[in-house]
């Protein structure tokens, strides 16, 4: 993803809240198939932070519900890695 979007946006990533200027970034694209990603991405974030402070909350149902997320996100990824949306830096 930090390849892609360093790629593609020609910025890097910075060292502090990288996680949520990808996802904001993305988001905020004026490509739907990059908001897309961004929002999968912050549905992953957020239920990742669920996991992380409510563990005993954080149901069977949720963790099918990342996994599918992650397998589209990676989908979506490999999509736009081979039809860049973007004018691509050589």
Do not use: C, W
């Given at each position: 993803?930090?390849?892609?979007y360093?790629?593609?946006?020609?910025?890097?990533?910075?060292?502090?809240?990288s996680?949520?200027t990808?996802?904001?970034?993305?988001?905020?694209?004026?490509f739907?198939?990059?908001?897309?990603l961004?929002?999968?991405?912050?549905?992953?974030?957020?239920?990742?932070?669920?996991?992380?402070y409510?563990?005993?909350?954080?149901?069977?149902?949720?963790?099918?519900?990342?996994?599918?997320?992650?397998?589209?996100?990676?989908?979506?990824?490999?999509?736009l890695s081979?039809?860049?949306?973007?004018?691509?830096?050589k």
């Amino acid at each position: 993803m930090k390849d892609y979007y360093e790629t593609s946006f020609r910025k890097h990533l910075p060292s502090t809240d990288s996680h949520g200027t990808l996802i904001r970034e993305l988001e905020n694209s004026p490509f739907r198939k990059e908001n897309e990603l961004g929002e999968k991405l912050r549905i992953l974030r957020n239920n990742r932070n669920h996991a992380d402070y409510f563990k005993r909350k954080f149901r069977l149902n949720k963790v099918n519900s990342s996994k599918k997320k992650s397998e589209e996100v990676f989908s979506l990824l490999e999509q736009l890695s081979k039809n860049p949306l973007r004018l691509m830096k050589k």
